[in-house]
């Protein structure tokens, strides 16, 4: 036997060697199971961050079959992850099929290595709703070869229905100063024009698309643009309204500007209205 022909100091070494090695190995075991409890807290904190927020985390492999998703898929589309975890991307029946092409697309570029960024697609929800999610894609390697995607889909409804909102009540307003015959714009605090309605283009013989961006000032003459930068230096100053007579040719202009301040309370833009005296 291995220990027969041992003298009793060889024996002591072994002995001692071997608790050596059992409490190193316990040591290690130790460290592992602290690392594991490590990394359990850390996807415990992940998951708990997903799901509080509106982003959604999810997983799929080179079939597009869902391979992990984040718990508040419930919360945001009424599914719960098992209804769609094992399940192929193109059969969920929760993309917009007017989107499901470029989403497909997108999926296979990725798979390419390529990264996706922010892409926005139309989700439904368990209950028909539509919802709007801003999606990246992020190809996950092994060995140099993509094997997985992750993606986050961020839940921008809200976003998109606020702009939507503002385009739609930008036309409207528009609409209505196109509708008037007096000349209405939006100047910034050096005289470049933010908005501008047809009238006001046309006084100045050109469309509103090419005055957009342009220095009004630019297209007046220089005695009646110095009284008009006169004038929006005192609105800005004073942050009150002002009203001025100027005439550009041969019928008097009556000038009204209006002081439009930011978020700081700065007037930053001048809101003009001019019209004809008659």
Do not use: W
């Not at 013989?205 to 006169?230: C, F, H, P, Q, T």
């Amino acid at each position: 036997m291995k220990y027969g022909n041992m003298s009793r100091e060889q024996l002591v070494e072994e002995l001692t060697e071997a608790h050596r090695m059992i409490s190193e190995l316990k040591s290690q075991v130790s460290g592992l199971k602290k690392n594991v409890e490590t990394l359990r807290m850390e996807e415990e904190k992940y998951r708990l961050h997903f799901s509080l927020t509106n982003d959604v985390m999810f997983s799929y492999d080179v079939n597009l079959k869902i391979l992990g998703i984040s718990d508040n898929i419930e919360r945001i589309l009424g599914y719960k992850p098992e209804d769609l975890v094992g399940k192929y991307f193109y059969d969920l029946g929760i993309l917009h099929p007017a989107d499901l092409n470029d989403a497909l697309d997108d999926a296979l570029s990725a798979l390419t290595g390529r990264v996706i960024n922010y892409t926005i697609q139309r989700f439904f929800t368990k209950d028909g709703e539509v919802r709007f999610g801003e999606v990246s894609r992020i190809p996950f390697k092994r060995n140099g070869k993509v094997v997985e995607l992750v993606s986050v889909a961020r839940d921008v409804s809200d976003r998109i229905e606020r702009e939507k909102a503002i385009r739609e009540g930008q036309e409207t307003a528009k609409a209505l100063l196109d509708a008037s015959s007096d000349t209405s714009l939006l100047l910034d605090a050096e005289g470049n024009v933010i908005a501008i309605n047809e009238p006001a283009a046309k006084r100045f013989g050109k469309g509103a698309r090419e005055l957009l961006g342009a220095n009004i000032l630019d297209y007046m003459r220089k005695d009646v643009s110095a009284e008009i930068r006169s004038a929006m230096e005192k609105v800005i100053g004073t942050g009150e309204p002002f009203q001025f007579l100027v005439q550009p040719s041969d019928v008097p202009v009556t000038i009204r500007m209006y002081p439009v301040r930011d978020m700081q309370g700065h007037v930053s833009r001048i809101a003009v209205n001019a019209r004809d005296c008659e």
